[in-house]
């Protein structure tokens, strides 16, 4: 894909002749490696939950930013507004094509920025304003991939030095299977029938099942894959290297409405439950309501039905499509007012709470079968890379201690999301003009939900507070970093080469650990399993996260009381450095 990288506009690049102009005076705004300003406009004014402000948009390859600036439009200051162009969902313009109403100052005549968590930024134009080549840069920088442009990553990375700490190189599939046991172990084995990605696509180079399957051969393995929903077969994702209970995760069956059988996949599922002598019946979660599995089998989908040696399990969590609509009207409850007096009712009818809980049930469920019973487990829903990982990795991050370290929750993303085929692209859209694509959902952001329930629980299980969560939730839509784009492994490494041509997020991570460690972790307590308490009682709206653009509502995190508590919060981290030091201490006279 050939692109022009000159970013030198003037008006006639974008929309024809105007009083704006690429901007000339200096502005505060720190621009990244390839960030080039792109266009200018004075004429602008953010109406906002404070009213209405006169300043500027400047838009620049990778972000949105408004000034605020005074009438005479000569001294403008940096404001909060300041959004990354990857975040953009929708530019929807208002008022017409007519300047009729920007020539009566009716604020009603401007456009406005709908984002992908659901803020939405609206703006007044005035009558020397040209609304037009606002949106058309906007438009164009917003949804590159639709404009045949690149992405923000790759022109970002080519013009950036190369990270001491390369955030690629965090995971390996061969250095987690040596840290679960699997090159010692006497029946599991690691195949690489996948290494060119033909077995199939959205799978990883590598995993791990059974050696009795192995040694059935790689036809025995082709009947599987034919039987299983776009050949992703049951592969290991965890294992307790005491009991030998694991968790294996894959995609629904093809059974039908004929409920076709496959001895194959049977046996397969056999040889998991044999993998674990304290197991006498494989357990299958399907994570999807009942009622949903059956409907599957009218599309050539389904369900495991009378496996001799599993037992099936319904979790009756919803789709991709309920999650999206819910999580919107969750936030509407917070942004851009809060109903104070309605506040419960409201966010009852969202459900979005209701929906966590049930993936927090479900882990649980997990947890509790592999630990307590000592049996293992096989998890999935549809296609196996939505509720499936969000699943899996939630009973992981509860079963060992290292997923709950910063580098290893690190490796936990890498693994069961971004290298077993979660569809980042089209659950986020990066790049594309697609607002009302029925593909999109928040799956990935319901998941460090659940995870921050987790860690309310349990404070001091955890190397990293929420700072870390919120910082790649906003990463995962600015399209800066290469890690979460495109739909596989296959495309974003072997197609698109993004670890040669992009920077992980995890470079930036690994250098900066100290914004995002939690100074109450304790090394000795975090070796225990944890039980996440899925009750209605203990769950919370996460606040500090999706209210913390509405300015009447100050969370703990606002500046504003962050500002004030820092020579408490100093105080404390010294403390409970000293604390760590002397707990270092013990340990060392302990051996």
Known sequence: MSTDFNDSRNSSDIGGPSNSTVLQEPIDIQLLAAESVIWTEKNVAYIGPFGKFPGKVVITRYRMVFLVGDHGGKHYKRWKLDVPLGQVSKIEKIGGQSRSAAMRRDDNYGFIVLCK????????????????????????????????????AFVHAAESPRSISDGWKIYSAEGEYERLGIPSSRLWEKVDINKDYKFSETYPRVFVIPKATVKKGKVFLKKVGEYRSKERIPVLSWIDQNTLAS??????????????????????????????????????LDARPAVNAKLMKAKGGGYEDNYTTASLTFL?????????????????????????????????GTKWLHHVQSILEGALKAVFNVDTEKQSILVHCSDGWDRTAQLTSLAMIQLDPYYRTIEGFIVLIEKEWCSFGHKFGQRIGHGEDSHGDGERSPIFVQFFDCVWQIMRQFPWAFQFTQDLLIYILDELYSCRYGTFLFNSEKIRLLDNKCAETTISLWSYVLENKEKFTNPMFKVRQTKKVLYVNPSFCVLQVWVDYYARFNPHLKTPQHEDIQHSGIPFVNAKKHLMGEIMALEESINNADK
């Open 117 to 152: 968590d659901y803020r939405n930024y609206k703006f007044a134009c005035l009558p020397t304003s040209n609304r037009k080549s606002i949106c058309d840069a906007l438009n164009r920088y917003a949804f590159p991939i639709s404009h045949n442009f690149p992405l923000f």
């Open 247 to 284: 968790i294996s995760r894959c995609s629904q069956p093809m059974t039908g409405l004929a409920s076709k059988k496959c001895i194959e996949d049977e046996i397969h599922l056999a040889n998991i439950m044999s993998a674990n002598a304290n197991c006498r019946e494989l357990l299958i």
């Open 316 to 348: 009756n969590i919803h789709n991709i499509h309920v999650v999206r609509d819910s999580l919107k009207r969750m936030v509407s409850t917070l942004l851009p007012r809060v109903d104070e007096k309605n506040f419960y009712k409201v966010l009852d």
